[in-house]
């Protein structure tokens, strides 16, 4: 009997739980440039797909970037702000910087764990943003050294709908065999100005299993997908990380990458 009412209740919370998952967003309009220029750049930690509840972000740990293996710590340069989903409001910050030279520039965010109450663990989403000025390319496939990083494969800047996104989940820089992996589309477009999501979807979701589609890495850590429709796409490989633990709960260090695919 009891077994029964645990089951039931078990059913239940399962029931409940999102369908979408959470995502730390590095944000810039366009990640191909031409002539440089001012990138303005938006964190916030959501779920994109329904452009869903978002969690108040505390202050990260490292925020930096990398031009011609130069890394820039951005850290200070961040100034929080309010962010609107379709629900709730959520901390978050932002920042601009300025493209000085051409080739690749890596931000890399390590943001403070977040303390995901419903299931008393804490999540740290190690995440990676590429900019490129002036189609040279210099550091998009190097490893920043991340505890928990996916590198790609391909140019996450020069990619047109319908092809293929590749990378490699790695652990302190050692590739992490059939890494879970998930994917979602940024379907509400993030609106600069006013610090909100678009309320229009772009897409309908069929079943819940294509809100956050999951993957898995193949022996080598290595992993594949098309990306059938231009705009944002999230990648982030679950807790690959090598710390477990923060104040006594337990952590999931995730690595986060974002990929804007082009119209052909
Ligand atoms: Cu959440």
Redesign the pocket.
């Known amino acids: 009997m009891k077994k029964i009412v645990l089951l039931s209740l078990f059913a239940l919370f399962a029931a409940a739980l999102p369908a979408s998952a ?1 995502f730390q967003m590095l944000y810039t309009p366009q990640t191909i440039l031409d002539k440089g220029g001012e990138v303005p750049l938006k964190l916030v930690f959501t ?1 994109p797909f329904e452009a869903g ?1 978002t ?1 108040d972000m505390g202050s990260p740990q490292e925020f930096f970037v990398v031009n011609k293996e130069k890394k820039t710590d951005l850290l200070k340069t961040l100034k929080p702000i309010t962010w609107t989903s379709l629900e709730n409001k959520g901390k978050a910050f932002e920042t601009s910087f300025k493209l000085k030279g051409m080739g690749d520039y890596v931000f890399c965010l390590v943001p403070a764990p977040y303390l ?1 109450k419903a299931e008393d663990v804490y999540i740290q989403q190690i995440t990676k943003l590429i900019v490129n000025n002036g189609s040279l390319p210099t550091d998009w496939d190097a490893d920043m050294g991340l505890k928990a990083e996916i590198v790609p494969l391909d140019k996450p800047y020069a990619i047109w709908a319908g092809g293929v996104f590749r990378g490699v989940v790695k652990s302190e820089g050692k590739p992490v065999p059939f890494a879970e992996i998930e994917v979602e589309y940024m379907n509400h477009k993030p609106d600069m100005k006013k610090n909100v999501f678009d309320k229009k979807a772009m897409v309908e979701a069929p079943h819940d299993a294509f809100v956050t589609l999951t993957i898995k890495a193949d022996a080598n850590g290595t992993f594949a997908f098309a990306m059938p429709k231009a705009g944002w796409w999230g990648f982030a490989a679950l807790g690959v990380g090598p710390d477990t633990e923060f104040e006594g709960k337990e952590l999931s260090q995730d690595a986060v990458i974002w990929v804007q695919a082009t119209k052909m």
């Open positions: 959470h779920h509840h969690m995901e």
